[in-house]
């Protein structure tokens, strides 16, 4: 999952990107409103954490115009305003949560995980694809009861392919949401990735999880017509 988030002051943004990574988020940073809207324009993003006093454009315009161009894209926004009005203006102005501070990064960590849920559907906090089980809550899985030993870019990885389970996923779409900016198109490293889970997804199993299909992408499924 791919996130953005909008804070200017230095300390708090690198906290805050800090905790997200740790918990296996893709992370990109915007220091002010204009950064903000330029990369929600050009990039597809699964959630945003928007503060609202930012420098050049605050974050009530900011959520206003990523609403008025049409994206659903969850929108967290913090704010050390808390009286009923600025909350009230937050909502109003397309945000989906509204979280004061200073907040616990335990509290931010669960409505992420909250909005994540929701998406355009209610996505449930277990998934399964035949003897593969994913818990999000707790960022875990499980292949046959066997515990699965992850670096929290291949659980993202595994995660991003499983709630996609049966669909082809391309190359720059997993790139999209499950690394940030700073990812090289020209790299290898998601073939580096897919070989790694294929490696742990496999071990003692006799069926393979893990598709390629030359050309187009990846696949998770149970049964797969790939290439491979």
Request: with cysteine.
């Amino acid at each position: 999952m791919r996130i953005l988030l909008v804070e200017d002051e230095e300390s708090a943004a690198r906290m805050l990107a800090k905790g997200l990574r740790e918990q296996a988020y893709a992370v990109d940073v915007a220091a002010d409103g204009e950064a903000a809207t330029y990369q929600a324009s050009i990039n597809e993003y699964d959630l945003i954490i928007l503060d609202v006093m930012l420098p050049r454009k605050d974050g009530l315009r900011v959520c206003h115009e990523i609403r008025k161009g049409g994206s659903a894209v969850p929108i967290l926004m913090l704010t050390a305003r808390d009286s009923v009005d600025d909350r009230v203006a937050g909502l109003d102005s397309g945000a989906d949560d509204y979280l004061v501070k200073p907040f616990n990064l335990h509290e931010l960590l669960a409505r992420v995980r909250a909005l994540l849920r929701r998406g355009p559907h209610l996505r449930s906090d277990k998934l399964t694809v035949a003897d593969l089980t994913i818990d999000v809550r707790s960022h875990s899985a499980h292949r046959g009861g066997r515990l699965l030993k992850l670096t929290a870019k291949e659980y993202a990885l595994l995660e991003f392919l499983t709630r996609h389970a049966g669909e082809v996923v391309t190359r720059a779409e997993i790139a999209e949401h499950v690394w940030d900016e700073s990812f090289d198109p020209f790299s290898n490293l998601i073939e580096v990735y897919i070989q790694r889970l294929r490696r742990k997804l496999d071990d003692g199993s006799s069926e393979r999880l893990i598709h390629t299909l030359r050309g187009e992408g990846y696949q998770l499924a149970a049964t797969s017509t790939a290439d491979e």
